[in-house]
Structures are given as structure tokens and as C-alpha cells.
């Protein structure tokens, strides 16, 4: 089984501040790795994924992410955010083997954006 | 979403009435998927099925049930027996291992 452990439920930032939103898996098996990006009452956009290859992923609206086998980390940065990324970050795994594509979400990090 | 809809958007309910939310999709994908996503839980799988008439439970499927009659369509029952079904539910298709969402429906207990 896996979990997912997003380690801030509410991220306040400037404007053209670089961000971070951490987050960190358990699996006892190899994984893939995902951000989703949720405005409000809207359902979840893909913004980018692990599946093989660089441990630097990059995805939509500058974001990127990095993979780290060694933590179990999966991190998300942008270096310079805008008003309009304010909304709800989740990170998902799910388990590399055959069968049933379960995602296994954390709990979401809020992120604000200040003027 | 793109290809996946889901209606309707909004849905009231009465105590103690069942009540049917949509999920259709285009884009030709087996496997589809419910989730419920209640503040600061992030989402929880109700139901998910890999192919048609085929379905299995998820980790919250007390008080729901759901049917696969066609490989476009994933309807989702909330049942009067779900103790506190006032929610976002979101429905998901699953090409190749990323899942790709619809808008959502909010239902709401009135």
C-alpha cells in the first residue's frame, strides 16, 4: 500500500516569489508520481508526472518537480509564482505494477498568493 | 475534463432520497473512477472498474453503489444509506496511468 504525506496544508507567498510545496510517499513497491492542480470548484488538472527517466520533471506553467528515490520525496517548484497560480495542489502516487491504476492522494496544500 | 462530463454540476437533496450523479466520457478509455472530496482529505475512491460490467470497491463504497452497462458512462447512486454524503464528488478516466478528471459535481444535504 502507499501514502502520501503533503507536509503544508496552507502556503502563503508574494507575487514573483519562488515557491515549494513538499511532498513525501511511502511505498513498498516502485511508483509513479503526480501533481494535480485544482481551481476552485473545479475537478483536477494534470500539471506533471514521474513515470521513468530524469528525476527533473517539468510540466505546465513553469512548474517542475523533482524526484528523489532516497527521501521519497517528490517536491514541486515554480521559481517565480503569479496571482494566478492561488489554488489547491494535490500529490498522488500509485504503484507501478499491472491492474488496477489506483491513485493514492495527499491532502492537498492551499496556495495563496499575496500582492 | 475535455472529454469527460459530468452533470450536474449542482444537486440538492432531501434526507433519505437517492439520488443518481452522471459521468459520461469520449475519449474510448476502460477504466473510470469515482472520488469524494471533503475539505482537508484530499480525495477518497468510492468505486473504480476496468471494463464494462465490471466494477470494484474502493475505499469508501458504504452507501453507494455504481454500474458500468456502457464503456462511455460510470453513474454514481448515492444511496439514503450514506450517513453524510454532502460533497464534491469528482469522476476520473484513466488512459495510461495518469488520471484525467471531469469538473465535478457538489451535491448538497439538505
Known amino acids: 500500500a502507499q501514502s502520501v504525506t503533503q507536509l503544508d496544508s496552507q502556503v502563503p507567498v508574494f507575487e514573483e516569489a519562488p515557491v515549494e510545496l513538499r511532498c513525501n510517499y511511502s511505498s513498498s513497491v516502485s511508483v509513479y508520481l503526480f501533481w494535480y492542480v485544482q481551481y476552485p470548484n473545479q475537478g483536477l488538472q494534470l500539471l506533471l508526472k514521474?513515470?521513468?527517466?530524469?528525476?527533473l520533471v517539468k510540466g505546465i506553467n513553469g512548474f517542475e518537480a523533482e524526484f528523489n528515490k532516497s527521501q521519497t520525496s517528490f517536491h514541486l517548484r515554480k521559481p517565480s509564482v503569479h496571482i494566478s497560480d492561488t489554488a489547491e495542489y494535490f500529490c498522488a502516487v500509485r504503484s507501478r505494477g499491472q491492474g488496477a491504476q489506483k491513485l493514492v492522494f495527499g491532502q492537498g496544500t492551499r496556495l495563496t498568493i499575496n500582492p | 475534463d475535455g472529454g469527460i462530463t459530468q452533470s450536474p454540476k449542482y444537486l440538492f437533496r432531501k434526507e433519505g432520497q437517492n439520488v443518481t450523479l452522471s459521468c459520461e466520457q469520449n475519449l474510448n478509455h476502460d477504466a473510470m473512477y469515482w472520488y469524494r472530496q471533503d475539505p482537508g482529505q484530499g480525495l477518497r475512491l468510492i468505486y473504480y472498474s476496468q471494463i464494462v460490467n465490471d466494477f470494484q470497491k474502493g475505499d469508501i463504497a458504504e452507501g453507494y453503489s455504481v454500474s458500468r452497462e456502457k464503456k462511455e458512462s460510470f453513474p454514481l447512486t448515492v444511496t439514503s444509506a450514506q450517513k453524510n454524503p454532502t460533497a464534491f464528488y469528482l469522476c476520473?478516466?484513466?488512459?495510461?496511468?495518469?488520471?484525467?478528471f471531469g469538473p465535478g459535481t457538489r451535491l448538497t444535504v439538505l
Open positions: 476520473a478516466v484513466a488512459p495510461f496511468g495518469e488520471q484525467f
Open positions: 514521474y513515470l521513468s527517466g530524469s528525476t
